[in-house]
């Protein structure tokens, strides 16, 4: 006969058991709470961003194809607009087709103020003429980007911490090749909306 000590180590070892096992089963049910929880803040953000897509497309819906796109990259949206939209070869100043879409873009931004706006400014690989006002591609970058940062800011009355002024000079290309078709490509730029959710 097993002797009762025997009968009693036995019992606690399987009471430490049971014990663990619980601990186990309320830990899983705990992390699939918390994946439950995680999977719902993506859908809303999936969502958040697609919604900002479709308001951003209507608002300017009279640009797209003629040098403006529009789509969602990495869980943000990309409003990447051609040079010829903007800007004259060579300078920061945005023309007046380029700022009837800026208008419209700030009215957007006015009305969502949790979204993070950056604005990066890419060019081609041709260096600029020397001795100008502009000394490189990446002065015309930034200067291009903060260009488009003052109109949005001043039309939509929109708070500056909101902004992020980059520029990416040549060093971003969309096209590699030396070609004048790829390097109108990399004349770009592009704004990027972050919800802040």
Do not use: C
Request: hydrophobic share 40%.
């Amino acid at each position: 006969f097993p002797s009762h000590d025997n009968r009693q180590g036995r019992e606690d070892e399987v009471r430490r058991q049971e014990e663990q096992l619980a601990a186990l089963m309320s830990s899983f049910t705990a992390k699939g709470t918390r994946v439950e929880e995680l999977e719902g803040i993506l859908r809303k953000q999936e969502e958040v961003v697609q919604q900002l897509r479709q308001t951003v497309a209507q608002a300017l819906l009279g640009f797209e194809g003629r040098g403006l796109t529009i789509n969602i990259r990495q869980g943000k949206v990309y409003v990447s607009l051609d040079e010829s939209l903007l800007f004259a070869s060579g300078s920061a100043t945005v023309d007046r087709a380029g700022q009837a879409a800026l208008v419209e873009l700030a009215k957007v931004l006015a009305a969502n103020p949790d979204i993070t706006v950056m604005i990066e400014g890419h060019t081609d690989d041709v260096p600029l003429r020397a001795g100008g006002p502009i000394r490189d591609n990446w002065d015309l970058s930034v200067l291009r980007a903060t260009s488009i940062i003052r109109i949005l800011q001043r039309e939509g009355n929109i708070n500056p911490a909101r902004f992020i002024a980059a520029g990416r000079a040549e060093f971003l290309p969309l096209d590699p090749a030396r070609t004048p078709e790829a390097r109108r490509r990399n004349r770009r730029t592009e704004i990027i909306l972050t919800p802040n959710l």
